[in-house]
């Protein structure tokens, strides 16, 4: 049986680096330690070192393996042995670096021939024998682009026998870039038809307009261009590429979003139109402007341009004329590269939504390991949050990471979505980032909401016993973190995350309010799930309470054991401190002592110790010195700190130290589920922590 998957095509421009990237990402929620392998690197510019997709996979998932053991051989290299005759010098070059990249990995994605060169017809048969040599079963990626499904199915059905006439083990096809509109129809077909060859069919991933398309940083440098104004928005992507060269009035029905427009230097009018059309939520967003000729706009012209705070709208100046500009635009050959994350994340979500991955490991029967690394942890979280879908409101809904993450919660079926805050706003700015707002994302403004009333009366016959009226009713509904937590309480969403800009005490104070703790807690808290290199554990409290007293403690003990067992992490809790067992004494190890004996009484069924120390809670070596009889030490999932000082410190020394992915804070002990972020959140950690509260939300 093969150890490890050749990525195969029959010709060029398959997309196989995309299914590339999506095929690595997916493993890694599967197996600890996935390795990447490009036999034969292919350049596409004098003066290149290495293969640009080697070069993006290896920096995305940040792997270690030298760059010249990852892509041994180049085209040039492989032609040359072949003129004289000479395979047995590049097999042993291509063994040679396998070796080294093989090396504690569970599997290895080999990449084959890009079908670029002169050597084409000869390539099918080179990457036989590489799938052969390196124990490797082939995955066909066949490009769908324009062909009926006759001619897939045939495409498919001849590269499936051509690999085994050269005793491939064929594992399957996934086949890759079929236009939207036809993809139901070829799916289908392909499924009945392969089924009947006997052939596995792991799957079609449908066309994106934007993968093969340049980034306006890329057009850029390609065209050597002046920048003007914009610079900050050079990710932006040219969907299509027009010359304006009637009146603006008559330009505006061309335009789409994604547009990139190339137009003489001197055409102010449309210039200026381009500008203009910004402001208004119905025009198209474009995503930049070319001006050709060498000219510019005049100086009045300029300076009204500059005086624009943070226009999102690069402009650039080039040389040549409009026709041969656009004509350069279009022959652009485009190579995704690691920093470009609005096409590595379309990448990794088509081949992730679209692609049978628990077939592909059937067929390789590979092992998923007790360890779970980070990769693994957050592939667990998305599975999860996607197996029962909940709604969860984002109360921050015209925020730029907000929304970026909205888009990707969406494309990966994570959670459906509410945005709090003017409709009119929200479209627009999304539109300016160029985010897709389509189904299972709702927008909802507060105060012109049909509930608003409701929830007014309903807050006010909460809160009346605290001296409320309500007028103070009337005034907190129209805060958008008041009323998405009246959401929650009314059964409208299943769980609440906030704080890109609001802080903590404003999220989480709403929810103290109106939802309250569960039976039995008195206090909410919070945890981190800290994702070490080989296993998660979690940290509480680390984000609220500062100096809890015993009874306090002992709740967070309980309420993160909860959290831990929501996350399928088996809680063995620790209540740390400076002493382990008996050997210290004070009020702060008393306080340790009692709280570990309250959380025992309350619930029996916890394994949990304390005090003790941190290294003798994680390491089998100190636990058998300080307490060998111990059902905890050495063994500890769950970590509680005494206080806040220590676990906060604690939580970022590990991060920053060890490498650590941590996630949250996750707030614990709430009737339903409310989640702070950091005010200086990343869109991945705003994604996360949506897909969290969607777990929690599973099991309220």
């Not at 001197?266 to 070319?290: K, Q």
């Not at 009226?469 to 005034?475: H, N, R, S």
């Amino acid at each position: 049986m093969a150890k490890n998957i050749f990525l195969a095509s029959t010709g060029p421009k398959s997309g196989k680096s995309v299914v590339c990237l999506g095929l690595i990402d997916a493993l890694r929620g599967i197996v600890s330690n996935v390795g990447y392998f490009k036999p034969i690197g292919q350049k596409y510019r004098k003066g290149e070192d290495f293969d640009k997709e080697s070069i993006m996979i290896k920096e995305v998932f940040c792997i270690e393996d030298e760059l010249s053991d990852i892509n041994p051989v180049s085209l040039k290299e492989l032609r040359n042995c072949v003129a004289k005759d000479d395979n047995e010098t590049f097999f042993r070059e291509v063994q040679d670096s396998y070796k080294k990249v093989e090396k504690g990995k569970d599997i290895v994605v080999i990449d084959g021939t890009d079908y670029l060169g002169t050597m084409s017809a000869f390539e099918l048969d080179i990457n036989a024998d590489l799938a052969n040599n390196l124990n490797a079963g082939v995955i066909l990626v066949e490009d769908g682009y324009g062909k009926s499904l006759n001619e897939i199915y045939s495409d498919v059905l001849t590269g499936k026998e051509s690999f085994e006439e050269q005793y491939c083990e064929f594992l399957g096809v996934v086949v890759n870039k079929v236009e939207v509109e036809r993809y139901a129809e070829i799916d289908e077909g392909l499924r009945i038809q392969l089924q009947k060859r006997n052939v596995e069919y792991f799957g079609t991933v449908p066309y994106d307009s934007i993968l093969p398309r340049p980034r306006l940083y890329d057009i850029v440098r390609s065209l050597d261009a002046e920048m003007l104004f914009g610079h900050e928005h050079l990710s932006n992507i040219a969907v299509e590429t027009i010359i304006a060269s009637m009146g603006f009035g008559n330009a505006l029905k061309y335009l789409h979003d994604g547009t990139l427009i190339i137009t003489g230097g001197d055409r102010d009018e449309i210039l200026l139109g381009c500008i203009v059309s910004l402001i208004s939520p119905t025009c198209p967003n474009i995503s930049g402007i070319v001006l050709t000729g060498g000219l510019l706009p005049n100086r009045s012209i300029m300076d009204l341009i500059g005086s624009l705070s943070d226009l999102p709208l690069p402009i650039f100046s080039v040389k040549g004329n409009t026709i041969k500009t656009a004509n350069r635009v279009d022959a652009l050959s485009v190579h995704v590269s690691s920093d470009d994350k609005q096409k590595i994340d379309i990448a990794k979500d088509l081949v992730c939504r679209n692609v049978d991955y628990e077939k592909i490991n059937d067929k390789l029967n590979l092992v998923k390991v007790k360890k779970r690394t980070p990769e693994m942890f957050k592939y667990e979280l998305i599975e999860r949050a996607r197996l029962i879908k909940r709604r969860i409101v984002l109360p921050e809904g015209n925020e730029e990471r907000i929304l970026k993450a909205a888009e990707w919660v969406r494309a990966r079926g994570i959670a459906d979505l509410v945005l709090l805050g003017k409709r009119d706003e929200i479209l627009k700015k999304a539109t300016l980032l160029g985010v897709k707002l389509d189904s299972g994302i709702s927008i909802e403004d507060p105060t012109m909401s049909e509930k608003f009333d409701d929830y007014v009366n309903t807050f006010y016959e909460l809160r009346k016993h605290k001296n409320y009226t309500i007028d103070m009713a009337l005034d907190r509904m129209q805060d958008a973190i008041y009323y998405g937590t009246m959401m929650i309480y009314s059964g409208d969403v299943d769980g609440l995350v906030s704080g890109a800009v609001n802080t903590t005490q404003h999220t989480i104070r709403p929810a103290f309010e109106i939802i309250k703790t569960k039976p039995g807690i008195v206090n909410a808290s919070s945890v981190f799930l800290m994702c070490l290199k080989e296993r998660v554990l979690v940290y509480g409290d680390c984000a609220i309470i500062p100096k809890p007293n015993a009874e306090q403690l002992a709740d967070i003990a309980i309420s993160s054991s909860d959290t831990a067992k929501d996350f399928n992490i088996n809680p063995v809790v620790a209540m740390l401190s400076y002493s382990t067992g008996k050997s210290g004494r004070g009020p702060e190890v008393e306080k340790v002592r009692e709280a570990t004996e309250i959380a025992r009484r309350k619930r029996p069924d916890l394994i949990i110790e304390g005090p003790i120390q941190y290294d003798a809670a994680v390491d089998p070596d100190v636990a058998r010195i300080k307490l060998p009889d111990s059902s905890v030490a050495g063994k500890a999932s769950v970590l509680i700190f005494p206080d806040l000082n220590t676990g906060n410190n604690t939580y970022k020394a590990v991060q920053r130290s060890a490498g650590a992915v941590a996630i949250g804070p996750v707030l614990q002990g709430l009737k339903k589920p409310v989640n702070d972020l950091s005010r200086g959140c990343r869109v991945e950690d705003i994604v996360y922590t949506v897909a969290i509260t969607a777990i929690q939300a599973q099991s309220t």
